[in-house]
């Protein structure tokens, strides 16, 4: 293996990372970092490096062939764009809420991170156990509503650097909105409007995975992670995004079912007075319906799954929003409303 040869370098092979990391003089000769193979990434092999001197990195580096049961393809030089992501998000975030750049190398398309230390938990871990904090919600609102707002603010001088949505295309609206098209007929008509509307409103930074699995919480804290998509583009996405694991887990998680609706309500609510008095405000609820209807049936019927869901919750879930988007709820509340209704009326008559 030569350094930086991408053809041959993968970082998860026992000692590969370590030797290369030397060989590229990231760390000394003779030094004998810990690599750790971090499991669950789909899009990218991730290792943590453990250094004598305490320092830790996360190494990210992308596949081309993603780790799910259907083909699904990218070029790996998406990393690239996270690395870009990083950078910019230490200066859009509040200090502490991501983790800092360390390097990149643009010929075995990997990057380096700060690790978050330990002790840390995976948030989305800590939903599904139960572990629903109101805290928790409000940080992950008020942390995408602030940044939204500065990038936006900002706009003339981001808008050039994040106006390559070729990575949001192929990993986010191909697999989530157009692939279920074909395979839902049904809701072909809603998702290839709802992708209409998307690309017509490129109003702000948007991350493109703003989803409990990308945060780890560390002292009390959220860190987010995994910016690989992250472009110029529509904040309904990822209010969309969110507010789908939030009443998946309402579906998925019986005995929270009303915390989580309420937390895709409190989510809303915290994120709007974030966001203040941008002018692309006044429209943006609607609109969120509809992401979230899309990216719900996407869940349970696109190329990315949710692996917790088993197939009558899948059936289930298909039902209830092929039902919500013939008779569209206006607003966040309402859709919470009407979607844990029709998991009450729906699962008792299943049983």
Aim: contains cysteine; aromatic residues 8%.
């Amino acid at each position: 293996m030569t350094a930086g040869d991408d053809t041959s370098l993968d970082i998860e092979r026992p000692g590969a990372l370590a030797r290369y990391l030397r060989e590229t003089g990231r760390v000394a000769p003779g030094e004998l970092p810990v690599a750790t193979v971090l499991a669950g990434g789909v899009s990218n092999r991730t290792v943590l490096v453990e250094r004598a001197s305490g320092e830790g990195w996360v190494v990210k580096q992308a596949l081309a062939k993603l780790r799910v049961q259907v083909d699904w393809f990218s070029p790996p030089e998406r990393i690239h764009r996270e690395a870009l992501g990083l950078r910019w998000l230490g200066e859009l975030a509040p200090l502490g809420s991501t983790t800092p750049f360390v390097f990149e190398d643009f010929q075995a398309h990997l990057l380096a991170m700060e690790a978050v230390p330990q002790p840390h938990a995976n948030w989305k871990t800590m939903l599904l156990a139960g572990d629903l904090q109101e805290d928790h919600v409000i940080q992950f609102a008020e942390l995408l509503g602030g940044v939204q707002r500065e990038a936006w603010l900002r706009r003339e001088e981001l808008e050039p650097v994040f106006r390559d949505r070729g990575f949001f295309e192929s990993l986010r609206l191909e697999p989530y909105y157009a692939y279920t098209a074909e395979q839902v007929p049904e809701a072909q008509e809603f998702l290839l409007a709802l992708i209409d509307d998307i690309r017509a409103h490129p109003l702000t930074l948007v991350h493109g995975d703003y989803s409990p699995k990308n945060v780890l919480v560390h002292d009390g804290r959220l860190v987010l992670l995994d910016h690989e998509v992250i472009h110029w583009g529509d904040p309904a996405f990822d209010l969309g995004f969110a507010y789908t694991h939030f009443l998946s887990k309402a579906h998925h998680v019986a005995g929270l079912r009303l915390a989580f609706a309420e937390a895709a309500r409190l989510h809303w609510s915290v994120y709007r007075a974030a966001i203040g008095d941008v002018p692309w405000a006044d429209d943006l609820e609607p609109r969120a319906v509809r992401a979230t209807l899309g990216c719900l049936l996407a869940r349970v019927a696109g190329r990315s799954p949710l692996e917790y869901m088993d197939l009558d919750e899948r059936l289930r879930q298909r039902r209830i929003v092929l039902a919500l988007m013939q008779n569209l709820p206006a607003t966040i509340d309402g859709l919470a409303a009407a979607f844990t209704n029709a998991l009450e009326t729906t699962t008792h008559a299943d049983h």
